[in-house]
C-alpha cells in the first residue's frame, strides 16, 4: 500500500495519536476524527488507527466511521458524483443523507471533532477560525499537521497553542521551535511524514 519508510512513519504517528488519545481524556468511543488530505499515506495511518480502535473494542464498522476524509473536491462520499480513488473508497461516507461539505469550517460543524489530522500540504489550512472551533468542542483538541516542509504545514505550533488558549494536543510533520505559554515552556511533538 505505502513504502517502508512511510508505514514506519505511520506508527510514529499512530504512537502519537495513542498518546494523544489518552492525554485527552476522551474515551475512544466519543472520538471523531476529520483528516484533511486523503492521499494514500494518509488513509494508510487510519487504517492503523482503525486497528487500534479494534483492540479497544469497537467494531470495525465502529472504529471505520471514526473517519471523516476531505479531499481537494470535499467530503470524501460514496454519492459525491466522480470516482473515487480505491484507497478512498473504505472510508467513503454513506451516511451524508445527501449532503456535500466542501467547506472544512462546515465540516467541523457537522461532524464536530475531536481530532483534525493535516496530510493535505496546504500551508494555513487550519485558520485561527478552524483551530478556535476545536477548543471550543473539546477540552483538550487534537491537532496534528502532519504535512512538511513547514511551508506546507496546515498551521504552526504557535497558532494552536495561541488559538486553542493552550489547550491542544499537538504533533506535527515539520519541525516547530519550542514556544513560552504562561510561565511553561512547551516543545511541540513531531513525527516527520514522508508522502
Known amino acids: 500500500m505505502f513504502n517502508d519508510d512511510v508505514q514506519g512513519t505511520g506508527a510514529v504517528i499512530v ?8 492525554a485527552s481524556g476522551t474515551s475512544v468511543r466519543n472520538h471523531r476524527a476529520v483528516f484533511l488530505g486523503a492521499g494514500s499515506a494518509g488513509v494508510g495511518v487510519a487504517k492503523q488507527i482503525v486497528e487500534f480502535f479494534k483492540k479497544e473494542g469497537l467494531t470495525e464498522d465502529e472504529a471505520r466511521r471514526k473517519f471523516w476524509f476531505v479531499d481537494s473536491n470535499g467530503l470524501v462520499t460514496r454519492d459525491r458524483g466522480d470516482k473515487l480513488a480505491d484507497h478512498k473508497v473504505y472510508f467513503a461516507r454513506d451516511d451524508n443523507n445527501g449532503r456535500q461539505y466542501q467547506s472544512l469550517g462546515r465540516l467541523i460543524d457537522y461532524v464536530q471533532p475531536t481530532i483534525l489530522m493535516g496530510l493535505s500540504t496546504i500551508g494555513g489550512a487550519f485558520t485561527k477560525d478552524i483551530i478556535q472551533k476545536m477548543a471550543k468542542l473539546n477540552d483538550r483538541p487534537i491537532i496534528f499537521p502532519l504535512s512538511n516542509p513547514s511551508s506546507k504545514s496546515e498551521c504552526t505550533f504557535e497558532e494552536a497553542v495561541i488559538n486553542t488558549n493552550g489547550k491542544c494536543l499537538f504533533a506535527s510533520g515539520s519541525p516547530f521551535p519550542s ?12 513525527g516527520t511524514f514522508k508522502y
Do not use: R, V
Not at 15 to 22: T, V
Not at 179 to 190: F, N, V
Open 179 to 190: 514556544l513560552e505559554w504562561e510561565e511553561k515552556l512547551l516543545t511541540p511533538g513531531q
Open 15 to 22: 504512537g502519537g495519536f495513542i498518546n494523544a488519545i489518552k
